[in-house]
Structures are given as C-alpha cells and as structure tokens.
C-alpha cells in the first residue's frame, strides 16, 4: 500500500520562493508516476496546475514549477503571491491496485 | 467550455445505498477517461476510481472495491457512481473529474443515522 507524502504546512512571505514536496513510500519518485499539482482554495475545487512531472495548463502561472528533487516530485512557486495561499495536493500514479494515490496535502500561508 | 456538474447526494443513513450522477457537457465525452475523487470534511483528497473512454476498463481504490462502482453513459454525457453500504466514513463531498484537469464543484454525501 503506496503511501504519499507532503509536508503538513509551510509558510512564506509574499514574493519569497518555496518549494513542495511529494515522497512515495515505495521509494524515489520518478516521471513515471506522472506526478501533479492540485491547488484548492476554501470552499472551491481543486485545480491541477502541473501534470506529468512539469507541464503546466494554460490558467498556470508562470511563478508555478514542477521538477524532480532528490527523489520527490517538486512544486516550486518562485515569486510568491497571496492569492497563491492555499491547499496544495501532489497525486502519483502507483499503477497496480492502487493506481492513482494522492498526497495529503500541504496548507501554504503567504504572510 | 468544459461544465462537469454532480448529482444524487444528500443524507443516508449507514447501510444505504446512493447512485451519484455527473452531468458534461462543452467537450467530446467519449474521448476522455473520467474519475471520481472523494474528500472527507477538513480531510484531503482521495482517488476512487477511473473509467476509459468507452467504458470497458475501471479502477478502483481497494477501501471501495465491491462497494462502489463506476459507469458511464458516452450517448447521455454522463458519468455514474453507485454507491452501496454506506458507512459513516463514506461522508464526503465526491467529485467528477475528466482526466484530473476538470472537476466538477462536488456533490455532499452524509452518511448519518
């Protein structure tokens, strides 16, 4: 049973560069699991704004990446805005029985 | 422009069943393997199950399998999700999802005696 890791929170100023990550527990996380970013605000929901490790959709802005990181997928937002505070949700596929597992997500505060 | 909009939810008691209703609409249904996620109130999100394109393979997440299933209808652009001994834990809003780059706003599932 894959199990998929984020950090619980982390805060950063506005304009400051932070950066996510997602951790599988079955080891290094590689482009093969497709990992994406989810963005949802209160009460809305979510968005995906990176998809197949860095490719970005039209609505992504450009302050917005996603990498590979010492073996985690990686969402860096460099610039950060305070419309970017939000939950943030990495999602791999684990193929098998599981097939798509989410991250538990990241609560980002921009102060 | 792509619209996904849910249906079917409301307050059940444990033991119930439910069948969820996803209606689209502004793109080609049938090219598109669709989904429904789930997420508890204050909790994060989790994968429930998948459908191809034409409706001949499906996923599921192990804690729903037998319970749940998906289904389709490519000539009515329509997306299901029975639901069926529902518990507590069951309560959530679920959301459909074409290929995890449209979601619909949710339906609330209650699950209560």
């Known amino acids: 049973q894959t199990v998929v890791t984020q950090e619980p929170s982390l805060t950063v100023s506005p304009g400051g560069t932070v950066t996510l990550t997602c951790a599988s527990s079955?080891?290094?996380?590689?482009?093969?699991?497709?990992p994406a970013w989810f963005q949802q605000k209160p009460g809305q929901a979510p968005r995906e704004m990176i998809y197949?490790?860095?490719k970005k959709w039209s609505w992504t802005p450009a302050r917005f990446s996603g990498s590979l990181l010492g073996g985690k997928a990686a969402l860096t937002l460099s610039g950060v805005q305070p419309e970017d505070e939000a939950d943030y949700y990495c999602?791999?596929?684990?193929?098998?029985?599981?097939?798509?597992?989410f991250g538990g997500g990241t609560k980002l505060t921009v102060l | 422009e792509v619209q996904l909009v849910e249906s079917g939810g409301g307050l059940v008691q444990p033991g119930e069943s439910l069948r969820l209703s996803c209606a689209a609409s502004?793109?080609?249904?049938?090219?598109?393997?669709m989904a429904w996620i789930r997420q508890a109130p204050g909790k994060g999100l989790v994968w429930l199950a998948n459908?191809?394109?034409?409706?001949?393979?499906?996923y599921y997440v192990d804690s729903v399998k037998g319970r749940f299933t998906i289904s389709r209808d490519n000539a009515r652009t329509s997306l299901y999700l029975q639901l069926t001994s529902l518990t507590v834990e069951d309560t959530a809003v679920y959301y459909c999802?074409?290929?995890?780059?449209?979601w619909g706003p949710g339906t609330l599932v209650t699950v209560s005696s």
């Open positions: 999602l791999l596929y684990c193929g098998g029985a599981q097939h798509w597992v």
């Open positions: 459908i191809k394109e034409d409706g001949s393979e499906k």
């Open positions: 502004g793109f080609t249904f049938n090219n598109y393997y």
């Open positions: 999802v074409r290929e995890f780059d449209s």
């Open positions: 197949s490790t860095v």
């Open positions: 079955t080891g290094a996380v590689t482009s093969n699991y497709s």
